[in-house]
């Protein structure tokens, strides 16, 4: 299936591990050209280079730095002749006990998963719908429609991103003009987060990574976990030209995991 997104510019968050490298991974492979950060610099120009490999006709610049901060969004949104296509995309904040969490912790979790969206987002939609195209997919969590006990500060942050995005999709002055922004949720996937995850579960419970890794998979549907490159190509359909007519949604990719009807 051709997207209809080749030639495209797209700027691609925490690009460099896990669900943000598989989403790059699927725009190289449709021709799109990449903006791709991420906080080690080392790992995002590996990143990039393989990236290249997937489609040697695109261009993809690796712009390092914390996304968060308002001096490497700027330089990431000037990397491109113009920007096509956003995905946001940051790592979840620290699991614990609300009752140990301090207005800091809440500040930077919600800085990071939603105020920082929200300041890309401003940065690029209005210039997308006077060209007449755009895509924003904000890559947030399953726990936005089933939040999970540990994760509050995540669970906080993202559904206070997922209120804003419910609203600011329907603009008409966006939707008209064939700007959509959706928010892909994710399930378990392979990466090195949920391994890590995994790890400092069975350290805790005194069980071993396998039979954690086990028991988690048994909890759904599918009976394993998500391949990232799954991930990343749903992705790119919804940055595509195909999905034009899709905005506001939350897409949830868990296999099976949550149980409502809605």
Do not use: H
């Not at 290249?52 to 914390?66: K, M």
């Not at 928010?183 to 949920?194: A, I, K, Q």
């Amino acid at each position: 299936m051709d997207l209809g997104i080749a030639g495209r510019w797209a700027l691609v968050c925490a690009a460099s591990k896990g669900l943000g490298r598989a989403s790059a991974a699927a725009l190289a492979r449709e021709g799109v050209n990449l903006v791709v950060n991420a906080r080690d610099p080392d790992t995002l120009v590996d990143t990039a280079a393989w990236l290249r490999t997937l489609d040697p006709t695109i261009e993809v610049i690796a712009v390092p730095g914390d996304i968060t901060t308002a001096s490497v969004r700027e330089t990431a949104l000037a990397a491109a002749p113009q920007l096509d296509i956003l995905v946001n995309n940051a790592g979840g904040p620290p699991p614990g006990d609300f009752r140990n969490w301090t207005a800091q912790d809440w500040q930077r979790a919600v800085n990071a998963n939603m105020i920082t969206p929200i300041e890309l987002i401003k940065a690029c939609v209005d210039d997308m719908a006077a060209r007449g195209f755009g895509r924003v997919v904000n890559i947030t969590s399953s726990s936005v429609k089933a939040p999970i006990e540990a994760l509050g500060l995540s669970n906080g942050a993202r559904a206070g991103l997922t209120g804003f995005v419910a609203g600011i999709a329907r603009q008409a002055r966006l939707a008209s003009n064939n700007v959509t922004i959706n928010n892909l949720l994710p399930g378990s996937f392979d990466t090195g987060r949920l391994r890590s995850n995994l790890a400092s579960e069975a350290k805790g419970s005194g069980k071993s990574v396998e039979q954690t890794a086990e028991e988690r998979q048994a909890k759904i549907p599918a009976g394993r976990f998500g391949d990232p490159d799954e991930f990343g190509a749903l992705c790119a359909f919804l940055c595509s030209a195909l999905a034009g007519y899709l905005t506001g949604q939350n897409v949830l990719l868990d296999g099976g995991a949550y149980p409502g009807t809605f």
